[in-house]
Nanobody, 120 residues
Framework: VQLVESGGGLVQTGGSLRLSCVVSGSIFRINSMGWYRQAPGKQRELVAGITSGGSTNYADSVKGRFTISRDNAKNSVYLQMNSLKPEDTAVYYC???????????????WGQGTQVTVSS
């Protein structure tokens, strides 16, 4: 199972970015999907999550600014980030909780990360 992220980059304060993550390889069933981030010297934190039924949850710091969505047909998850702030600067990681076969237990899968830098 591979997760490939794209869409990171450098943006000014107040700008927008859209992150994408495509899941490929042997994936049978996907439960939840989400985005995490890790800033230098800090622990990785949940930014936003979305269940298979479409329920979402967000970190308080991004509520009202970020929107998570998913396309089950494409095994993809997206993160629309608006009104970006310098404190949003971090490496963003895609996460999927899924199973590779019908008889496998669920596992966490991670992407390689994409850098988001917000300049002041």
């Amino acid at each position: 199972v591979q997760l490939v992220e794209s869409g990171g980059g450098l943006v000014q304060t107040g700008g927008s970015l859209r992150l994408s993550c495509v899941v490929s390889g042997s994936i049978f069933r996907i439960n939840s999907m989400g985005w995490y981030r890790q800033a230098p010297g800090k622990q990785r934190e949940l930014v936003a999550g979305i269940t298979s039924g479409g329920s979402t949850n967000y970190a308080d710091s991004v509520k009202g600014r970020f929107t998570i969505s998913r396309d089950n047909a494409k095994n993809s998850v997206y993160l629309q980030m608006n009104s970006l702030k310098p404190e949003d600067t971090a490496v963003y990681y895609c996460n999927v909780f899924g199973s590779s076969t019908w008889f496998s237990s669920f596992s966490n899968y991670w992407g390689q990360g994409t850098q988001v830098t917000v300049s002041s």
